[in-house]
Protein backbone atom coordinates (compact mmCIF):
# COMPACT_ATOMS: atom_id res chain seq x y z
CA UNK A 1 0.00 0.00 0.00
CA UNK A 2 2.93 2.54 0.57
CA UNK A 3 4.47 1.33 -2.37
CA UNK A 4 1.37 2.37 -4.59
CA UNK A 5 0.96 5.35 -2.51
CA UNK A 6 4.88 6.54 -2.97
CA UNK A 7 4.24 5.88 -7.38
CA UNK A 8 0.86 7.88 -7.41
CA UNK A 9 2.72 10.84 -5.56
CA UNK A 10 5.51 10.66 -7.88
CA UNK A 11 3.64 10.32 -11.32
CA UNK A 12 1.74 13.32 -10.06
CA UNK A 13 4.98 15.49 -9.35
CA UNK A 14 5.85 14.45 -12.11
CA UNK A 15 2.81 15.69 -14.48
CA UNK A 16 3.23 18.74 -11.96
CA UNK A 17 6.73 19.44 -13.11
CA UNK A 18 5.85 18.74 -17.13
CA UNK A 19 3.44 21.56 -16.90
CA UNK A 20 5.53 23.89 -15.19
CA UNK A 21 8.45 23.02 -18.21
CA UNK A 22 5.63 23.90 -20.28
CA UNK A 23 3.81 27.08 -18.92
CA UNK A 24 7.18 28.75 -17.80
CA UNK A 25 9.43 28.00 -20.40
CA UNK A 26 8.29 26.26 -23.50
CA UNK A 27 4.92 27.59 -24.35
CA UNK A 28 5.72 31.22 -24.04
CA UNK A 29 9.46 30.36 -26.46
CA UNK A 30 7.34 28.65 -28.64
CA UNK A 31 9.53 25.89 -28.38
CA UNK A 32 7.64 22.19 -28.48
CA UNK A 33 8.30 19.75 -25.97
CA UNK A 34 8.85 16.48 -26.60
CA UNK A 35 6.24 13.75 -27.30
CA UNK A 36 2.71 14.14 -27.50
CA UNK A 37 2.61 16.99 -25.02
CA UNK A 38 4.73 18.62 -27.86
CA UNK A 39 2.22 17.54 -30.55
CA UNK A 40 -0.39 18.94 -28.23
CA UNK A 41 1.24 22.04 -28.15
CA UNK A 42 1.52 22.23 -32.01
CA UNK A 43 -1.91 21.42 -32.20
CA UNK A 44 -3.15 24.05 -30.08
CA UNK A 45 -0.95 26.71 -31.72
CA UNK A 46 -2.20 25.93 -35.06
CA UNK A 47 -5.34 26.15 -34.09
CA UNK A 48 -5.18 29.62 -32.42
CA UNK A 49 -3.69 31.21 -35.41
CA UNK A 50 -5.42 30.11 -37.94
CA UNK A 51 -9.09 29.70 -36.94
CA UNK A 52 -10.99 31.34 -34.29
CA UNK A 53 -11.11 28.60 -32.19
CA UNK A 54 -8.50 28.25 -29.15
CA UNK A 55 -7.78 24.21 -27.54
CA UNK A 56 -6.03 24.18 -24.58
CA UNK A 57 -2.42 22.25 -24.60
CA UNK A 58 -3.99 20.24 -21.47
CA UNK A 59 -7.17 19.24 -23.49
CA UNK A 60 -5.41 18.46 -26.64
CA UNK A 61 -2.94 16.32 -24.47
CA UNK A 62 -6.22 14.47 -22.51
CA UNK A 63 -7.83 13.90 -26.07
CA UNK A 64 -4.20 12.32 -28.07
CA UNK A 65 -3.31 9.94 -25.15
CA UNK A 66 -6.69 7.89 -25.54
CA UNK A 67 -5.72 5.46 -28.52
CA UNK A 68 -2.73 4.72 -27.20
CA UNK A 69 -3.88 4.33 -23.84
CA UNK A 70 -5.64 0.79 -25.22
CA UNK A 71 -1.82 0.26 -26.39
CA UNK A 72 -0.61 0.57 -23.42
CA UNK A 73 -3.42 -1.51 -21.16
CA UNK A 74 -3.03 -4.42 -24.08
CA UNK A 75 1.29 -4.87 -24.08
CA UNK A 76 2.40 -2.69 -21.16
CA UNK A 77 0.03 -3.62 -18.73
CA UNK A 78 -2.98 -2.24 -16.40
CA UNK A 79 -1.17 -0.43 -13.78
CA UNK A 80 1.09 1.13 -15.64
CA UNK A 81 -2.08 2.45 -18.14
CA UNK A 82 -3.75 3.65 -15.15
CA UNK A 83 -0.45 5.47 -13.66
CA UNK A 84 0.01 6.94 -17.03
CA UNK A 85 -4.00 8.28 -17.08
CA UNK A 86 -3.25 9.30 -14.25
CA UNK A 87 -0.32 11.73 -15.35
CA UNK A 88 -2.11 12.98 -18.38
CA UNK A 89 -4.77 14.17 -16.35
CA UNK A 90 -2.54 15.74 -13.74
CA UNK A 91 -1.13 17.67 -16.55
CA UNK A 92 -4.18 18.70 -18.02
CA UNK A 93 -5.40 19.73 -14.80
CA UNK A 94 -2.43 21.82 -13.79
CA UNK A 95 -1.91 23.50 -17.30
CA UNK A 96 -4.88 25.18 -16.81
CA UNK A 97 -4.49 26.25 -13.15
CA UNK A 98 -1.17 27.55 -14.00
CA UNK A 99 -0.82 30.50 -16.06
CA UNK A 100 1.31 30.82 -18.69
CA UNK A 101 4.25 33.15 -17.81
CA UNK A 102 7.43 33.46 -19.38
CA UNK A 103 10.07 33.33 -16.76
CA UNK A 104 13.08 34.47 -18.81
CA UNK A 105 13.09 35.95 -22.42
CA UNK A 106 16.20 34.26 -23.57
CA UNK A 107 14.71 31.91 -25.38
CA UNK A 108 17.95 29.09 -25.21
CA UNK A 109 17.45 28.98 -21.28
CA UNK A 110 13.62 28.31 -22.12
CA UNK A 111 14.76 25.42 -24.31
CA UNK A 112 17.44 24.24 -21.87
CA UNK A 113 15.70 24.44 -18.61
CA UNK A 114 12.22 23.82 -20.28
CA UNK A 115 13.59 20.34 -21.22
CA UNK A 116 15.41 19.44 -18.24
CA UNK A 117 12.07 20.13 -15.84
CA UNK A 118 10.28 18.07 -18.02
CA UNK A 119 12.46 15.65 -18.42
CA UNK A 120 13.07 15.42 -14.39
CA UNK A 121 9.26 14.29 -14.13
CA UNK A 122 9.46 12.25 -16.84
CA UNK A 123 12.43 10.15 -15.93
CA UNK A 124 11.32 9.77 -12.36
CA UNK A 125 8.53 8.70 -13.47
CA UNK A 126 9.48 6.03 -15.79
CA UNK A 127 11.86 5.34 -12.97
CA UNK A 128 9.16 3.94 -10.85
CA UNK A 129 7.46 2.13 -13.71
CA UNK A 130 4.69 4.48 -14.73
CA UNK A 131 4.61 7.05 -17.48
CA UNK A 132 3.52 10.32 -18.41
CA UNK A 133 1.59 8.93 -21.21
CA UNK A 134 1.86 9.15 -25.27
CA UNK A 135 4.87 8.21 -26.40
CA UNK A 136 5.93 7.04 -23.06
CA UNK A 137 4.10 4.23 -23.96
CA UNK A 138 5.13 3.27 -27.24
CA UNK A 139 9.26 4.41 -26.19
CA UNK A 140 8.98 2.22 -23.33
CA UNK A 141 7.70 -0.93 -25.85
CA UNK A 142 9.92 -0.18 -28.30
CA UNK A 143 13.04 -0.03 -25.32
CA UNK A 144 11.63 -3.72 -23.83
CA UNK A 145 11.65 -4.91 -27.32
CA UNK A 146 15.26 -4.53 -27.98
CA UNK A 147 16.42 -3.45 -24.48
CA UNK A 148 18.33 -0.06 -25.79
CA UNK A 149 17.95 3.18 -23.51
CA UNK A 150 14.26 4.32 -23.86
CA UNK A 151 15.77 8.11 -24.38
CA UNK A 152 17.26 7.13 -28.02
CA UNK A 153 13.56 6.46 -29.20
CA UNK A 154 12.41 9.72 -27.59
CA UNK A 155 14.95 11.40 -29.94
CA UNK A 156 14.12 9.52 -32.79
CA UNK A 157 10.02 9.61 -32.76
CA UNK A 158 10.67 13.54 -32.08
CA UNK A 159 12.10 13.84 -35.12
CA UNK A 160 8.94 14.89 -36.73
CA UNK A 161 8.17 17.15 -34.33
CA UNK A 162 11.73 18.99 -34.66
CA UNK A 163 10.30 18.72 -38.55
CA UNK A 164 7.26 20.68 -37.81
CA UNK A 165 8.09 23.32 -35.78
CA UNK A 166 10.67 24.39 -38.56
CA UNK A 167 8.01 24.47 -41.21
CA UNK A 168 5.52 26.37 -38.79
CA UNK A 169 7.66 28.38 -37.18
CA UNK A 170 10.82 28.87 -38.88
CA UNK A 171 13.76 26.43 -38.59
CA UNK A 172 15.52 28.59 -35.96
CA UNK A 173 12.95 27.61 -33.62
CA UNK A 174 13.00 24.06 -34.71
CA UNK A 175 16.53 23.84 -33.70
CA UNK A 176 15.80 25.23 -30.01
CA UNK A 177 13.22 22.33 -30.24
CA UNK A 178 15.94 19.65 -31.10
CA UNK A 179 17.65 21.44 -28.30
CA UNK A 180 15.09 20.94 -25.67
CA UNK A 181 14.62 17.50 -27.18
CA UNK A 182 18.07 16.75 -26.61
CA UNK A 183 18.36 17.95 -23.11
CA UNK A 184 15.10 15.67 -22.58
CA UNK A 185 16.75 12.64 -23.63
CA UNK A 186 19.69 12.77 -21.68
CA UNK A 187 18.48 13.67 -18.16
CA UNK A 188 16.10 10.78 -18.94
CA UNK A 189 18.63 8.01 -20.21
CA UNK A 190 20.29 9.39 -16.73
CA UNK A 191 17.69 8.97 -14.41
CA UNK A 192 15.75 5.96 -16.13
CA UNK A 193 18.52 2.92 -16.39
CA UNK A 194 16.14 0.17 -16.35
CA UNK A 195 18.33 -1.08 -19.34
CA UNK A 196 22.01 -0.45 -17.57
CA UNK A 197 22.79 -3.99 -16.83
CA UNK A 198 25.53 -4.93 -13.63
CA UNK A 199 27.37 -8.21 -12.74
CA UNK A 200 26.91 -9.30 -9.16
CA UNK A 201 29.71 -11.65 -7.71
CA UNK A 202 28.52 -12.89 -4.45
CA UNK A 203 31.51 -15.30 -2.31
CA UNK A 204 29.40 -16.54 0.71
CA UNK A 205 29.25 -19.74 2.87
CA UNK A 206 25.49 -20.42 2.58
CA UNK A 207 25.39 -20.91 -1.22
CA UNK A 208 21.57 -22.66 -1.42
CA UNK A 209 20.26 -20.75 1.01
CA UNK A 210 21.06 -17.47 -0.35
CA UNK A 211 20.14 -18.91 -3.74
CA UNK A 212 16.50 -19.68 -2.48
CA UNK A 213 16.21 -16.45 -0.94
CA UNK A 214 17.52 -14.43 -4.09
CA UNK A 215 15.09 -16.76 -6.57
CA UNK A 216 12.36 -15.83 -4.16
CA UNK A 217 12.34 -12.43 -4.25
CA UNK A 218 14.20 -11.78 -8.43
CA UNK A 219 13.27 -13.96 -11.36
CA UNK A 220 16.52 -14.25 -12.44
CA UNK A 221 19.57 -17.16 -13.47
CA UNK A 222 22.03 -17.74 -11.08
CA UNK A 223 25.31 -19.41 -11.35
CA UNK A 224 27.01 -20.89 -8.48
CA UNK A 225 30.84 -21.74 -8.77
CA UNK A 226 33.13 -23.60 -5.87
CA UNK A 227 35.58 -21.57 -4.48
CA UNK A 228 38.26 -21.25 -1.81
CA UNK A 229 39.44 -18.91 0.27
CA UNK A 230 42.88 -17.86 -0.30
CA UNK A 231 43.72 -17.45 3.54
CA UNK A 232 41.46 -19.21 5.70
CA UNK A 233 41.31 -22.29 3.22
CA UNK A 234 37.63 -22.60 3.82
CA UNK A 235 35.60 -23.91 1.02
CA UNK A 236 33.02 -21.07 -0.37
CA UNK A 237 30.93 -20.43 -3.29
CA UNK A 238 30.42 -18.04 -5.85
CA UNK A 239 27.20 -16.58 -7.12
CA UNK A 240 27.16 -15.43 -10.51
CA UNK A 241 23.73 -13.15 -11.62
CA UNK A 242 23.32 -10.14 -13.74
CA UNK A 243 20.87 -8.05 -13.25
CA UNK A 244 19.62 -4.39 -14.45
CA UNK A 245 20.69 -1.20 -11.78
CA UNK A 246 16.77 -1.10 -11.11
CA UNK A 247 17.18 -4.24 -9.43
CA UNK A 248 20.63 -3.96 -7.18
CA UNK A 249 18.64 -2.55 -4.12
CA UNK A 250 16.59 -5.74 -3.80
CA UNK A 251 19.46 -8.01 -4.23
CA UNK A 252 21.50 -5.96 -1.78
CA UNK A 253 18.46 -6.21 0.58
CA UNK A 254 17.82 -9.83 0.09
CA UNK A 255 22.08 -10.42 1.27
CA UNK A 256 21.96 -8.36 4.12
CA UNK A 257 18.76 -10.36 5.31
CA UNK A 258 20.14 -14.14 4.72
CA UNK A 259 23.94 -14.10 4.44
CA UNK A 260 25.33 -10.32 6.45
CA UNK A 261 28.48 -11.80 6.05
CA UNK A 262 28.89 -12.85 2.58
CA UNK A 263 31.12 -10.62 0.00
CA UNK A 264 29.96 -8.81 -3.37
CA UNK A 265 31.57 -7.46 -5.62
CA UNK A 266 29.27 -5.60 -8.65
CA UNK A 267 30.79 -4.33 -12.03
CA UNK A 268 29.26 -2.87 -14.58
CA UNK A 269 27.97 -5.49 -17.69
CA UNK A 270 29.55 -4.22 -21.07
CA UNK A 271 27.11 -6.15 -22.88
CA UNK A 272 24.68 -9.61 -22.80
CA UNK A 273 25.12 -12.53 -25.39
CA UNK A 274 21.72 -15.30 -24.78
CA UNK A 275 18.59 -14.93 -23.24
CA UNK A 276 17.92 -12.49 -20.40
CA UNK A 277 14.73 -11.65 -19.34
CA UNK A 278 14.07 -7.77 -19.81
CA UNK A 279 10.15 -7.41 -19.48
CA UNK A 280 8.75 -7.27 -15.86
Do not use: C
Amino acid sequence: MYNEVKITAIVIGGAILNAIALNFFLIPAHVLSSGFTGVAQFISTLIHEYTSYSIGTGVLLFLLNIPVAYLGWTRVGRRFTIYSLLSVVTTMVVLEIIPVHALTDNIILNAVFGGVVSAIGVGFTLKYGASTGGMDIIAMILSRMKDRPIGIYFLVLNGLIVLAAGFFFGWEKALYTLVTLYVTSRVIDTIHTRYAKVTAMIITDNGPTLSKAIHDQMVRGITRISAKGAFTEKDKELLMIVITRYELYTLEQVIKATDPNAFTNIVETAGIFGFFRTSD
